[in-house]
């Protein structure tokens, strides 16, 4: 594709319930990230993909939080039991190579959680 | 623990003025740093990537500075416009481990104004 796709693009969640959000990165890209921005905030990292492998999640803030890539090109977050303060903007990037590079990321639209 | 800051928070110009953004980072063993632009409700879009042995970037009206061993990274805009009014964020992508995620600063509002 022409770029970095996520869907939905807008979300809302009781709280108590599950979401997943979905990534399509740039094709052929080896390194998908997510990341996760609060209003006023800047991107913080959630995790990362090298193809299938998840090499980093030390950006997920609980055990509700659980990514995949099972075929090392789409990727979706799931979260578990939304609470409140997991309303965000989770944003997907993706690089062409492996993430110990200067390549740079390009990053989807984001999808808006709001947890009501 | 690498810690990027931006200042100001927040700017207002009137059209036609040059204008400076500032970026700071706490640890300079870095890969690169990029600039990105993020307009309301909408995803981010790279400005500029600087790698660690470059000085400064350019891109139309955009000009990225980099001085690695200070922590700074400035982006200059010559004669502003009001299309340039967005958040712009700065993001320092570090060594260590298989990662290289990008540490973001919490960005600069910039307003154009007509």
């Known amino acids: 594709g022409a770029g970095v796709s996520q869907s939905p693009r807008y979300k809302v969640a009781k709280r108590g319930q599950d979401v997943a959000l979905r990534c399509d990165p740039i094709s052929g890209h080896v390194s998908l990230f997510w990341y996760q921005q609060a209003l006023g905030q800047g991107p913080e990292f959630l995790t990362y993909?090298?193809?299938?492998?998840?090499?980093?999640k030390s950006g997920l803030p609980s055990d509700r939080f659980f990514a995949e890539r099972p075929e090392g090109s789409v990727s979706t977050l799931k979260i578990q039991r939304t609470q409140q303060e997991d309303s965000a903007v989770y944003l997907c990037a993706s690089s062409l190579s492996r993430g110990a590079s200067g390549d740079e990321q390009y990053f989807g639209p984001g999808t808006r959680l709001t947890v009501t | 623990k690498q810690e990027v800051t931006q200042i100001p928070a927040a700017l207002s110009v009137p059209e036609g003025e040059n204008l400076v953004l500032n970026c700071s980072f706490t640890?300079?063993?870095?890969?690169?740093l990029q600039w990105f632009r993020q307009d309301p409700g909408k995803g981010l879009t790279s400005l500029l990537l600087i790698q660690s042995s470059q000085r400064e970037q350019t891109s139309g009206r955009l000009n990225a500075s980099l001085d690695k061993s200070s922590g700074r990274s400035t982006l200059y805009i010559a004669a502003s416009q009001p299309g340039d009014s967005a958040t712009y964020l700065c993001a320092v992508k570090g060594y260590g481990g298989a990662t290289n995620k990008l540490i973001f600063g919490t960005g600069t509002l910039l307003a154009v104004q007509p």
């Open positions: 993909f090298q193809n299938e492998a998840q090499l980093d």
């Open positions: 640890d300079s063993a870095i890969y690169n």
